[in-house]
C-alpha cells in the first residue's frame, strides 16, 4: 500500500493532526489500534491546569514555569494559540460550539461535585453566564468554600445561584448526592434530586450511551422534559450528567434546557465520556468529508527505514502484517497510558511502533509514587524531539527526517498531572500541520 | 522466581502484591540448607500438629495446636478437642463434619440465591462492580445492613479485588453510600457511622481513603497493562473527577503494611 501521510493514532493529537494536514492539503492515512482518549476523558480542553498541583489561572502566561523540554516550550505560544482557534472554529462548524478564553482558566463541574481547572469545555458544561469573570466581594479574595453563592467570585465556570443536582432515576454512573454535598462543602447552594426517565427500551438498567441515544430523539425529551422540570422547581440551574445525546451535537441539549424551562449543566462523568464520544464522532465526519482514509482496530507494529529516512510504516491486517509506504510518519500513538509506550517489568520502556528511545527507570518501583493520587513519573515518560518534533538521539540528532511525535507521547510533560491533554495535542497538531503543509511532496 | 516455574506469569497481568507469615511446624531443626536457622524451610511440612505436652515434655494438662492456616482451622479444632474429650471421659460425637456455621448456608458466594434474586428483581443484578460481578443489589443489602465504608463492601463482597482495581465501582458505590446516607438524613435515623465517625464526614475523603488502601498493593506490580490500567484510573479519578486526596493523612496512605 501507499500513502502520503500516515498518521497512527486516533485520540485527541491524532485526529487533530489528520484533519489538518488533510484540511493542509495532504492524502492522508489514519491507522489506528482503537479509540484514544476522547472516550476517557472529562470532556473539555485543559491546556495547563495546574503547576505543581496548584490551579493556574492564565495557562499561556504560565507556560514560562514550565521545565526546559516540555512540548509547549518547543512548539511555542503561537503554535497552542492557532491549536486552540482552530479548534473552536472546527468545533463550532460541527455543531459542538465551545466555550472559554485561551488566556484564562476556568473550572468545568464534576460528577463528584469537584471544581476542576480547565480551559475551553462544550456549552452544555458552560453554565449560563458562569463563564463572565466578577471580581472577588473581599479586597483579598476569599477563599474558594467562602465565596458567596450567588456569584462565581472571579472564578469563571463556578456555579451560581441555586443549583439543582438532578440524576436521572436509575443511571448509576451518577449520583446527586454525591455531587450536590460536595458542591455545598465549596460554598455552592446546591440540593440533590431525581428526574423519573419516560418508559423506555432499558426497563431493568441502562449505561449512559444507551440513554444519550434515547435523548437524541426529540419525542424521547418531550417526554423527559417535565420530570427535569419538577426536579428541577426553585433552582436557577439544573446540573446533570453528561448523558444529553451523543448524535446530534448540542442539539439536544439545546432542546431539553428549552423544554424543562432551566438551563441546564453538563457535570464531567465517568468514561465513556459522552461528550468525547460527540466530539470522536466529528472528526470521524469531518475526516471522511476530507477523504481521509481510515484503518480502525490494526495497530501499527514497526516501520522500514531507507537511510535516514521512513520508508514505510508496518500494520496489523486482517490476516497478515501490512506494509505502508509513505512520505511522512506522524505517530500520535500516546505516552504509556495510550500504549505508545510499554512499560517493562525492569523498570525500561519500549516505544511500540519505531522502538524510538525513551528514557527508562532504575527499576519499575520508580514509575511510580506512594499516593495513588499523587503524581506518578510514569504519566510524564515519552520521546524526546527537537523544534521541528522529530524524535532524536541522545545527542539531540534527529533519527528521521520525516518521522513526526505529536500528543501524550512526547516526552516532559505529564498531561494528567499538569493537566494539558488536549492543549498539548492541539498545539503539537497545529505545529505538525504546519511544518508538513511547508514540506514539498517528494 | 515463579516465572522460573509458569514462564506464562511473566507475560501475565499481576494485580497485586501481597504477603503474610505463616507458622510452620517441625519438632526437630533441618539437619542442613540454606533457611532462616540454618535448615532448609521447602521441607518443612505444610500441616499442622497436636503437640502431646504430656507426652513429650511431661507436662501433664497442656497440648498445643500449631501450624495449619484459616483454611483447616475447624479440622484443627477438631483434632485438638478429639483429644481433649478423650482425655476428659466425653463420648459425645464430633459434629463438625455436618455443622453448618452461621452465614455458610446464604450469601453472595452461593450461586442459586443471587440467580434467583435477580429472576424477582431484574434490577438486583446491575452490575456495580464488573470484574466481580457486585450488583448494585448486593451493595443495597449491605448498605441497609449498616455497612458505611467502602472497605467493608469490599471484604463483605470483593468489590474493587479485580483487574481494574477499583477504576468504576468505587465511584459507583461512594454515590451509593451517599445517597444511603443523605435518605437517612432525610428520615433522620442513621445520624452516626458505624464507629463513630459523623454523618457530615465528606464521602469524596471516604473514597480517597479507599483508593490509597488500594494503592498500597499494586505498587510493586505496575507495569505493562497494569501501568496502562493504573494510568487510566489516575487519569479517571485525579484527571476527571480532580480528587486530590488532601483529605487522606500521609499515615493512611503510607505503605506500611500488605494487602
Redesign the interface.
Known sequence: MRADVVVVGAGPAGLASATRLAEAGRQVLLLARGNGFTHWGAGAVDVLGRIGGEPVERPLEAIDRLPEGHPYHLVGQDAIRDGLAWFSRFTEAAGLTHAGDPDRNRVQVTAFGTLRPTCLVPEPAAGPGWGITEPPDAASGPPVGERSPTTNGGVPGRPQGRVAVVNFAGFRDFSSALCADHLRRAGIDATAASAPLPAWDHERYFTGVELARAIDDAGFRRRLAPGLARAAAGADVAVVPAVLGVGRGHEPWADLQSLAGVPLVEAATAPPSIPGLRLFAAYQARLEALGVRWQFGFPAVGVERDGDLIAAVRSEGASRVQSTRCQELVLATGGVAGNGIEANRDGTLTEQVAGLPVEGFADRMAFIGDRFLGDHPLGAAGVRVDAELRPVDASGTPLAANLRCVGGLLAGHDPTAEGSREGVALATASRVAALLAATPVR | MCAQMVPAL?SGRVLRAFAGSRPLYQPEAPASGDGEGGGDTREVSRNFAVVDHPRLDGLDNMYSIVGGKLTTCRQMAEAVVDRLAERMGVTEPCRTATEVLPGADHGPHRLAEPLARVERD??Y??L?CECELVT?GQVREEVAAGLTELEDLRRKLRLGYGPCQAA?CA??A???L??A??AGNGSGDGGHFQGGAPVDQ???VGL?RF??E??RG???T???DQ??Q????????????????EG?PDEA???TEGG
Open positions: 511473566a431484574y434490577a443484578g446491575e456495580i448494585r468504576f465511584w459507583r461512594a454515590g451509593m451517599a445517597e446516607r443523605s465528606d464521602p469524596v480517597e483508593l490509597e488500594r494503592w499494586q505498587r510493586s505496575i507495569w505493562g501501568a496502562r493504573a494510568l487510566l484510573n489516575h487519569a479517571i479519578y485525579r484527571g476527571t473527577f480532580d480528587l486530590r486526596g487522606v496512605a503510607a505503605p
